[in-house]
């Protein structure tokens, strides 16, 4: 069980756009904690594709944007392709862990 | 362009230790702006924060591991390592090394990763 909960799969078609959840509470994201969000594509490294947030690292196509409210942290990604077809994962800050904590992850299919 | 190298056995018998190594190019490993840290993966699951270290040695450890961690950072060869202890089945996954962006505690940089199998 993951402090933070993302949906397990979504999916879209070529073009369209998604979004994916993070909710956690207010000992995380709630308590002012920054999201971060990894893309993982199937047998790689997990990516850093939004920190802090909102703010996408050198490299990362403006496509993918990051949004934050209340004790919930949200991923779009429009203008699909088939590439974005990959594990997103959420993180934040716990203040009653003292640490950091993952979403369990998204699968993202591309159909 | 920095990168990172993980290093070490990828089978290790249970009830031993499991002892990683990261490598740094491109960057020093010696700045007050970066954690340097350990990430595991199990096959099929998500992802499990191990622990990060300053290099000045100051370290932060996943409570549910920290009785069996140990992250040690290298600034005069610019690498970092990792010792898990009394590994068993549970501890068999895919390591990553990162950099950890000081404020923030995002992982803005990966090493390829490393599948350590805990068997006999």
């Known amino acids: 069980q993951s402090v933070l909960t993302q949906p397990p799969s979504v999916s879209g078609a070529p073009g369209q756009r998604v979004t994916i959840s993070c909710t956690g509470s207010?000992?995380?994201?709630?308590?002012?904690?920054?999201a971060h969000w990894y893309q993982q594509v199937p047998g790689t490294a997990p990516k850093l594709l939004i920190y802090?947030?909102?703010n996408r690292p050198s490299g990362v196509p403006d496509r993918f944007s990051g949004s934050k409210s209340g004790t919930s942290a949200s991923l779009a990604i429009t203008g699909l392709q088939p590439e974005d077809e990959a594990d997103y994962y959420c993180?934040?800050?716990?203040?009653?862990?003292?640490?950091?904590?993952f979403g369990g992850g998204t699968k993202l299919t591309v159909l | 362009q920095l990168q990172l190298q993980e290093s070490g056995p990828g089978l290790v018998k249970p009830s031993e230790t499991l002892s990683l190594t990261c490598i740094v190019s491109g960057g020093s490993i010696s700045s007050s702006s970066y954690y340097w840290g350990w990430i595991r993966q199990p096959p099929g699951k998500g992802l499990e924060l191990i622990g990060r270290?300053?290099?000045?040695?100051?370290?932060y450890y996943n409570p549910s591991l920290e009785s069996r961690v140990t992250i040690s950072v290298d600034t005069s060869k610019n690498q970092f390592s990792l010792k898990l202890r009394s590994v068993t089945a549970a501890d068999t996954a895919m390591y990553y090394c990162v950099r950890v962006e000081f404020n923030s505690l995002s992982s803005d940089h990966w090493g390829q990763g490393t599948l350590v199998t805990v068997s006999s």
């Open positions: 207010s000992s995380n994201i709630g308590a002012g904690y920054a």
């Open positions: 993180q934040s800050y716990d203040s009653s862990l003292s640490g950091v904590v």
């Open positions: 270290a300053f290099y000045s040695g100051n370290t």
């Open positions: 802090s947030n909102n």
